[in-house]
Structure formats: C-alpha cells, structure tokens
Nanobody, 121 residues
Framework: QVQLVESGGGLVQAGGSLRLSCAAS????????MGWYRQAPGKQRELVAS???????NYAGSVKGRFTISRDNAKNTVYLQMNSLKPEDTAVYYC???????????????WGKGTLVTVSS
C-alpha cells in the first residue's frame, strides 16, 4: 500500500504565503513525477506544478513566479511554497505521485486526499 498525506493548508490573506507538504509512504521503490493539482468549487482539477526525480519543474502559467515546487527524495516528500497568494488560488490542493512499488513492481498514479487553501481578499 502507498499513501500520500498532505499538510499545510489553511486560511491566509491575499498577499500572504503558505507551504504545502506531501509525504509518500508504503512499499515504494521509485517515485517518478510528483506534483500538485488544485480544484476550485465548480471547476475542473488542474495542474499547479510538477517535478521529476531529476529536479526539472513545470508550472501552470497562473502560478509561475509565485509558487515553487521542490522535493526531498530522501524523505519521499514534495513541497509547494506559495507566495503572493490571490483569492483565485482558493481551492483544494491535491498531491499526486507516479510511483513504482516494491515487491510486485507496478507503476501507478497515487493521489492524496487534499488540503484546503482559502485566500481571503
């Protein structure tokens, strides 16, 4: 079994900062891409940022320059530093990881349960 557990969401005023964390645990052999998605009320889930094992990153245009994704491979953890937050960043943020499991080796897409980020104006 593999689990992704997010933390760090909450309520913040516009212009403020939050840092999200997501730790993967379980029978993990290799973690390939890790990323953050978000889903606002009434909208589809969208990619916020992703990072591959080698460190290359990809960002949605709406967050580029404000958000930074990073990962600690030794801890199987991915982070999302969010600065200059705007009310339109309000959403449930989900951690995602593509993981090769140990034992029976499967490559599967895993999701966390989500953490709510609310940005007040």
């Amino acid at each position: 079994q593999v689990q992704l557990v997010e933390s760090g969401g909450g309520l913040v005023q516009a212009g403020g900062s939050l840092r999200l964390s997501c730790a993967a645990s379980g029978n993990i052999d290799i973690i390939n891409t890790m990323g953050w998605y978000r889903q606002a009320p009434g909208k589809q889930r969208e990619l916020v940022a992703s990072i591959i094992s080698g460190g290359s990153t990809n960002y949605a245009g709406s967050v580029k320059g404000r958000f930074t994704i990073s990962r600690d491979n030794a801890k199987n953890t991915v982070y999302l530093q969010m600065n200059s937050l705007k009310p339109e960043d309000t959403a449930v943020y989900y951690c995602n990881a593509i993981i090769q499991t140990s034992g029976p080796q499967y490559v599967l897409d895993y999701w966390g349960k989500g953490t709510l980020v609310t940005v007040s104006s």
